[in-house]
């Protein structure tokens, strides 16, 4: 069974610009979170989909936004790039909301 | 004060050692508790997951908790050098998946 496959891996982006990561679940999974992950904080909550609905969202600005699919993949958005937004964004599936979930490799995104 | 807390480490032990990993958080309404490994430069990896006080093993693993300290532990037996990584512990309110985590702890196991 695949696992929860997130797209780019790496990116570069300059400050101001904007970025979209993407996340395909495990299969017959239907909620999807997103956190984020850097040295200085750790890992925190970003927000989470489940059918389509955003259900709960973590303490970030609004730059940073997400929606999810029909078929439950999700994407989150972070637009006006700021040099602090450099992190690994993790992606984690769950078959419903409450579940245990699992994570993704993560997608590298460095600002500069 | 931070809904985890988790000793930070790092933490250095020979092969085949017992490892303690300690975790402790605030709101009594916490139900669920993980522990996660993470690999440098990967995300993290479902070790153990519990919802009640008392103990629970797997393989080399066991998972304790103390809900009346608010206290979690992993405890890792006979060490292996794979052990190494970062493990962080997570908490959660049921039906939230909105997990909160420990800072992690850098584990190395010498050979």
Known sequence: KAGVTQTPRYLIKTRGQQVTLSCSPISGHRSVSWYQQTPGQGLQFLFEYFSETQRNKGNFPGRFSGRQFSNSRSEMNVSTLELGDSALYLCASSLYSGNTIYFGEGSWLTVV | ?111
């Open chain 2, 1 to 111: 004060q931070k809904e985890v807390e988790q000793d930070p480490g790092p933490l250095s032990v020979p092969e085949g050692a017992i490892v303690s990993l300690n975790c402790t958080y605030s709101n009594s309404a916490f139900q669920y508790f993980m522990w996660y490994r993470q690999y440098s430069r990967k995300g993290p990896e479902l070790l153990m997951y519990t919802y009640s006080s008392g103990n629970k093993e797997d393989g080399r693993f066991t998972a304790q908790v103390d809900k009346s300290s608010k206290y979690i532990s992993l405890f890792i037996r006979d060490s292996q050098p794979s052990d190494s990584a970062t493990y962080l512990c997570a908490i959660d309110q049921t039906g939230a998946n909105n997990l909160f985590f420990g800072t992690g702890t850098r584990l190395t196991v010498i050979p």
